[in-house]
């Protein structure tokens, strides 16, 4: 059964940090590439930040360059994204994705975790 739980989150003030965790199971952990969105109330569900599968390449959405940091450790099945000077524009639900492209494609997500920031 595949499972990705992610922690880390909850309230923080502006100009905090953050570091998400997501626990990956049931799946190849190593094979696929990790992502992380979030997803504001009444905004659609935007991309974060990317670790490929291989290399351990990144991509990062404009808003969060030179303030994220998304990193994986293949031992512990675990991806992992460090958030720094936070902002209200900030606050959303994290989600963790996991994505395996090819003859057949493979999606999955978790549950998300909260974050907010205000003072």
């Known amino acids: 059964q595949v499972q990705l739980v992610e922690s880390g989150g909850g309230l923080v003030q502006p100009g905090g940090s953050l570091r998400l965790s997501c626990a990956a199971s049931?799946?190849?952990?190593?094979?696929?590439?990790m992502s992380w969105y979030r997803q504001a109330p009444g905004k659609e569900r935007e991309l974060v930040a990317t670790i490929t599968s291989v290399g351990g390449s990144t991509i990062y959405a404009d808003s969060v360059k030179g303030r994220a940091t998304i990193s994986r450790d293949n031992a512990k099945n675990t991806v992992y994204l460090q958030m720094n000077s936070l902002k209200p524009e900030d606050a959303a639900v994290y989600y963790c994705?996991?994505?395996?492209?090819?003859?057949?494609?493979?999606?999955?997500w978790g549950q998300g975790t909260q974050v907010t920031v205000s003072s």
């Open positions: 994705n996991a994505a395996k492209y090819g003859g057949i494609t493979y999606n999955y």
């Open positions: 049931g799946f190849t952990f190593s094979s696929y590439r």
